[in-house]
């Protein structure tokens, strides 16, 4: 929501200002101008990422109208699910939750954090790095430097979609300008008409340009920055469990290693250590 309000404050803005200062509305609506500069940032769009970016670009573009999934109460599951994990760990031994790492969504531990047992992704990281603890002969600093590439892999990968829109918000100035060499070019060809029929084609030239930039930098620019913002919540996700199983794997108690995930968090969404440990313990 929070984008749909900055694009009408941006249009607002502008279009409001330009009224104000007794412009006509109706001659920035040129559709064929929209045409040239929309038409070229698709092509060059298509052109410039292959099949993978395209995909990961227009499944990540519909986030940007949702409110992050990375909230205080997300974490606080998320840290309740590893403290109980760890401790039937811890007074039952690491073999006695195998069956639950196997099949999460019939397990009673898993099922009762739903929100975390839908997101398929931190699901997936949780339960490799537990069937590698069960089974693996890995140590502490393996592991560590497997979920430090795997955390790195992620990122690269969410950043495709963040690169694809930022280099298509910096083209759009240029496709403007294009836009209006188009429309000057077409007036310079009708030299012949009357001075009051080509000022009005000169400025619906003009008006490319100014399309161009206001897409860029009020538009498309700043869905790049956002998307940049969600992958940075979403990695910070990873990298608490990762803390939080490499303390457990150092020899601390489960309430000491939630503590440790706690201390990564954003202070916009770290709970304090009072609501943690009541949270857990009512668990």
């Known amino acids: 929501m929070l984008v749909i309000l900055g694009y009408i404050i941006v249009t607002g803005s502008v279009l409001g200002g330009f009224a104000m200062a007794g412009g006509h509305l109706a001659s920035l609506f040129q559709p064929l101008e929209l045409l040239m500069i929309g ?36 974490y606080m599951d998320l840290m309740g699910l590893l403290y109980d994990i760890l401790a039937k760990v811890r007074k039952e031994g690491l073999m006695t939750i195998e069956s639950d790492v196997e099949n999460p969504k019939q397990s009673p531990l898993f099922s009762k954090y739903p929100r975390i047992l839908n997101d398929h992704h931190v699901m997936e990281f949780i339960t490799d790095y537990l069937r590698l603890m069960v089974g693996g002969n890995l140590n502490t600093f393996e592991i560590e430097n497997l979920m430090d590439n795997e955390i790195e892999t992620h990122h690269q990968e969410g950043h495709v979609p963040v690169h694809a829109v930022a280099r298509l918000g910096d083209g759009m100035p240029a496709f403007g300008i294009v ?28 008006v490319g340009t100014f399309l161009g930039i206001l897409l860029a930098y009020g538009f498309v620019g700043p869905l790049a920055t956002l998307l940049e913002q969600k992958l940075d919540e979403s990695t910070k996700m990873f990298q608490c469990i990762k803390v939080t199983l490499l303390a457990s794997l150092n020899g601390y108690s489960p309430a000491l290693a939630v503590e440790f995930g706690r201390k990564v968090l954003y202070s916009t969404e770290r709970p304090s250590f009072a609501e943690l440990e009541k949270h857990v313990k009512r668990k």
């Open 39 to 74: 038409g070229a940032a698709v092509g060059a769009f298509v052109c410039g990422n292959n099949g993978k970016a395209i995909k990961a670009t227009l499944k990540a573009l519909p986030q940007t109208l949702t409110g992050s999934k990375y909230t205080k109460a997300a």
């Open 179 to 206: 836009a209006a060499v188009m429309g000057v070019v077409h007036t310079m060809g009708s030299v012949g008409k009357p001075p009051a029929e080509l000022g009005i084609m000169i400025a619906h030239a003009l």
